[in-house]
């Protein structure tokens, strides 16, 4: 990777790390930098949930309710959103924890389930939901974003290589009968990984959605491959 980075930059004279092209290259990875953080804590013992996308749609439209047709502050409507994604990780985490199904199913169901909360909150907002860039200007603004970047990935990787959790959590997916045995409490660290997860996936949403400027049936789509 080093390598290329260095090559291209010699053939575009330095454009690619100009002060611009490396501001549009955070912007385009910055959702998914956070999530893929979260997610983390999930596949680290072999977990999967593939509700994130829909989720993350849903959270948007409930900012944007909270805020704009509600009248609270934009920090309510971010804690709302968190409070989406974490609700519909959380789903997926006690089913399987729980119920003993298979995340693989559980987490479709809950996809299709916020897929279609989706469709109905946009239909009922009218389709195509324009986001007032003035309200969520702190969404927007660069600094911000690098400082909650900044702040998930040292928290991310203390939590991942420096806490009994990390440790736990890479312990179970490397055998999780034997985890078991050893003390570690599964339970425990699948809905803390669940949790994590939608804790990343409600604070991407808020960003994401004042990114594209628009919330739509499709908002999110794509976020959990």
């Known amino acids: 990777m080093a390598v290329t980075l260095i090559?291209?930059?010699?053939?575009t004279k330095g454009l690619l790390l100009s002060s611009g092209n490396?501001?549009?290259?955070?912007?385009?990875?910055?959702t998914l930098a956070l999530v893929g953080i979260g997610i983390s804590f999930v596949y680290s013992w072999g977990g999967m949930d593939f509700s994130i996308g829909p989720a993350c749609g849903v959270a948007q439209l409930v900012c944007y309710a909270v805020v704009v047709k509600m009248g609270y502050s934009v920090l309510t409507g971010a804690l709302a959103a968190i409070a989406v994604g974490i609700i519909a990780t959380m789903i997926v985490g006690l089913a399987t924890n729980y119920l003993h199904l298979q995340a693989f199913i559980v987490s479709l169901c809950v996809r299709s389930a916020c897929a279609g909360i989706q469709?109905?909150?946009c239909n009922s907002l009218g389709r195509n939901v324009q986001?007032?860039?003035?309200?969520?200007?702190?969404?927007?603004?660069n600094i911000i974003k690098i400082i909650v970047l900044i702040?998930?990935?040292?928290?991310?990787?203390?939590?991942?290589?420096?806490?009994?959790?990390?440790?736990?959590?890479?312990?179970?997916?490397?055998?999780?009968?034997?985890?078991?045995?050893?003390?570690?409490?599964?339970?425990?660290?699948?809905?803390l990984?669940?949790?994590?997860?939608?804790l990343s996936v409600g604070?991407?949403?808020?960003?994401q959605m004042v990114r594209a400027g628009t919330i739509t049936s499709q908002s999110g789509s794509g976020m959990e491959f």
Do not use: D
Request: glycine share 10%; charged share 10%; hydrophobic share 50%.
């Open 119 to 121: 469709v109905v909150g």
């Open 22 to 30: 490396v501001v549009n290259i955070m912007n385009q990875s910055f």
């Open 7 to 11: 090559v291209l930059t010699i053939l």
């Open 131 to 141: 986001v007032p860039y003035a309200t969520f200007t702190a969404f927007s603004n």
């Open 193 to 198: 990984g669940h949790l994590l997860l939608g």
């Open 151 to 191: 702040i998930f990935i040292v928290v991310g990787w203390y939590l991942f290589e420096k806490t009994s959790l990390g440790k736990e959590q890479k312990a179970i997916g490397g055998n999780p009968v034997t985890s078991v045995q050893s003390g570690i409490q599964l339970r425990k660290n699948v809905l």
């Open 203 to 207: 604070i991407a949403s808020c960003f």
